[in-house]
Each structure stands twice: as C-alpha cells, then as structure tokens.
C-alpha cells in the first residue's frame, strides 16, 4: 500500500449516548432503551462535504467510514435490515469523497448486537450480542456477505476494507469474494482471513525499522472513545503528530479518528486539533507519505530520534520527537548536499563538513572527526512539532 494519511470516523446512533461507541455493552444500556435510539437519529447538520474538504486540508488522502458498528446499526439503505438509517448517509458521504477525489474505505463490524444469528463464541466483543438456542452463524454469515456485496458494488471505488473484530473463523472465501467486486481493494487483517494489512490501535512501533508488512496505524483524538462523548479527552496534538511522524516515517499509513456528534457536527475541539495537525502534516509536503525506507547508513547522527526515508534523488530525515539542538551532525553521507532545506519552515539551512574536535579520526588519526553539519535550524521555534529535514543529494 502506498503508506497515507487518512481520518476514521465512528458515528452511529451511539453517537446519542454521548458516552461511547460501545456504550450499549460497556455501559450496559438495555436493548430496548438503546436500540429507541434509532428514532431519535435524524442529524439535521450533516454536512459530509465539510468533513471531506476538513480531511483534504489537512493532507488526508482517504476516510474510513463506520458502516455498522458492534450494535448492528447499519449507517447505509441496506435492505437486510429495518434497523438502518432514514436517508443513506453513507450515500452522501460516498458522493462527497468521489466529488473532491478522497478515497473512502468502509469499516464493518463483524460481532453484530442486534442480529439474531451473530452471536460467535470463537470471537470477542460478544457482550450484547443475542444468544439465541435456534442461532445459526451460517445465516449470519450470509446476511454479511449480502451487505458487503451492497457496501462494494453501491457506493463507487472503495479504497480499503476494515473488518473490525476478527471472528475467529477462517473463511478466505468472503475476502476473495471481495476482491472480485472491488479489484483493487485492501482488506485489513480483522476478518475472515489475514488480508492484506495489519491495524495496530493505539500503540505505537518500538522500533525504528521499516514495517515488515503492509500497515495502517490508527488512534483517535480521544484516548477513551472512538465515538463521540460529551465530556471528551483528547491526547496532546504534541503526542499524534509524533505518533504520525512515525509510523508513517515507517512506512505505515496511520488513521486519524474524530467522532461526529448525533447531529452530525465534528466538535470544534476536534476540527481545531485536526486543524493543528494538517497545517503540521502539509508542511511535511507529502514526504511522509509513499517513499522508501533510506538505506545509506549514515553512522552517528546527532539531534535526537530519527528515520530516515527517501523519494528519488531527496531523502527526508524525520526527526518525530523533535530535536535537541540547532545542528545535526551526520557522521558519514553519500556525497555533498546540492542543498537542505527544514521543511516546517521551508527555509534553506547551511551545511559543510565540519571537524569535531575530541574524537580520534580513523582516517588521519587526529583527535578530530569530520561530519556532515547542517546548521541554524531554528529549532525551539519548532519545538511543539517533529522535524523534517529535507536533503538533496
Ligand atoms: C477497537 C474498539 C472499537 C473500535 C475499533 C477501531 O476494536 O473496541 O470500538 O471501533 O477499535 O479500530
């Protein structure tokens, strides 16, 4: 996959409880209290081509979309069910993504709380769902099957395939099946076979090294929910853009989430955050995104925590926690700069070989070792962000 930047969104009738996505099982609501939410759900502010232009700006080339979450409330004109939405928000959404060419990927929930055949006892998240005597999965099985075909022929070009909550159940014959309507697609590693992607949530790679596979990160605004809350927290902006910064540095795509509220309104918290965020992520002009990992090595390199990636003749040095100094020191480099530049600003940086007095040079035996050193990088003014150095070669 080409590695992107993407935003999730979780909205369901869930959204109503102001509480979280999983409110019905985790805060115990009974079913007939919750599932009377679905009168109640007429957002009256739903504007979905403010959200897909909110995405574009700020660098977002896709948004995954919540089509049924765990309770089995489906956000689109299904004809499976009744326990639906009255207009097909999805439709509107789909359009808006394909009218300001963002790409949409579809989430899926695989436990189901509402379906009288879900219940999986090989599966997790199984709080709410029906455990019925006369329960055949294989009609459960068939009624996903029928809304996925509605999901992957109805509604364009679909991006990716998130399959949420893996059944436990080996089946590749339902990603295949996928694949057929939709060639092209990427299926996450959440259903019926691995697929193609792996999904880390809320966790952050250790290492530096390039993902061994193919890899979409995501964590949302606030650390406790996904969906929306109306007493909400939120991580520092400081703490995702270096959660960003790496893994897409990595190789790795990484979805950003926001809950929309049950109007339909992207609380201002989190369009000002997502704000902070594009306006950062636009400035690293696009080197996070589709690149190779840079194999050079470039021995000891001073400054603080980096990866290294490279597109053609440029490589970008992505220092995501920042940097503990005005100059980087690289101790050894392919040839000379034709130029630097730190992408947070756009400016030209200076840069030479220098001598560090102290170390013992291999080479001449002296006490002084050459480097590569890029200078006055105005680093403090840039301290609440990570640090892109851009270098042609
Ligand atoms: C977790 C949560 C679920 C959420 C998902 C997003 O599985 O339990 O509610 O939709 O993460 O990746």
Redesign the pocket.
């Known amino acids: 996959m080409d590695n992107k930047f993407g935003l999730?969104i979780?909205w369901g009738i869930y959204s109503l409880t102001g509480i979280?996505?999983?409110a019905f099982a985790r805060a115990d609501w009974d079913r007939e209290k919750y599932e009377a939410l679905a009168e109640q759900f007429n957002p009256a502010n739903y504007h979905p081509e403010e959200w897909v232009i909110m995405a574009k700006n700020a660098g977002m080339e896709y948004i995954c979309f919540?089509t049924k979450?765990?309770d089995g409330y489906c956000m689109w004109d299904t004809k499976y069910t009744n326990y639906k939405v009255k207009r097909d928000l999805l439709r509107e959404l789909a359009d808006a993504c394909h009218k300001h060419e963002v790409k949409l990927s579809l989430?899926y929930?695989n436990p189901d709380w509402h379906h009288p055949h879900a219940y999986n006892p090989h599966s997790t998240?199984q709080w709410k769902a029906i455990r019925n005597p006369q329960g055949d999965f294989a009609l459960y099985k068939q009624y996903v099957k029928d809304q996925i075909t509605e999901l992957l022929t109805g509604y364009g070009p679909i991006y990716t395939l998130?399959w949420?909550?893996p059944p436990g159940i080996t089946d590749p014959t339902l990603n295949d099946y996928a694949r057929s309507l939709q060639p092209g697609i990427l299926i996450n590693n959440?259903g019926f076979d691995q697929g193609d992607f792996s999904?880390p949530?809320?966790e952050l790679a250790a290492n530096r090294d390039p993902y061994p596979q193919m890899t979409e990160a995501?964590n949302?605004l606030d650390p406790q929910s996904?969906?929306y809350r109306t007493e909400p927290d939120y991580y520092s902006t400081r703490f995702l853009l270096s959660s960003i910064a790496k893994t897409m540095a990595k190789g790795g795509s990484f979805?950003l989430?926001v809950g929309p509220d049950p109007d339909g309104v992207i609380p201002p918290e989190s369009r000002d955050r997502l704000e902070i965020i594009g306006n950062w992520y636009n400035r690293t002009e696009g080197s996070l995104a589709n690149h190779t990992p840079d194999l050079f090595d470039y021995g000891r390199v001073t400054g603080g925590e980096y990866i290294a990636v490279r597109k053609g003749n440029k490589s970008y040095f992505h220092f995501y926690d920042g940097l503990n100094a005005t100059a980087i020191l690289l101790e050894r480099w392919p040839g000379l700069p034709k130029s630097v530049r730190l992408l947070n600003s756009g400016e030209s940086l200076p840069f030479g070989i220098g001598c560090q007095v102290g170390y013992i040079n291999g080479t001449t035996g002296r006490m002084e070792q050459e480097f590569l050193w890029i200078r006055k990088i105005p680093t403090d003014h840039y301290a609440a962000e990570p640090i892109t150095i851009e270098i042609i070669w």
């Open positions: 999730f979780h979280q996505e999983q919540t979450h765990h989430y929930s998240h998130f949420d909550v959440r999904t949530e809320r995501c949302s996904w969906g979805l989430n």
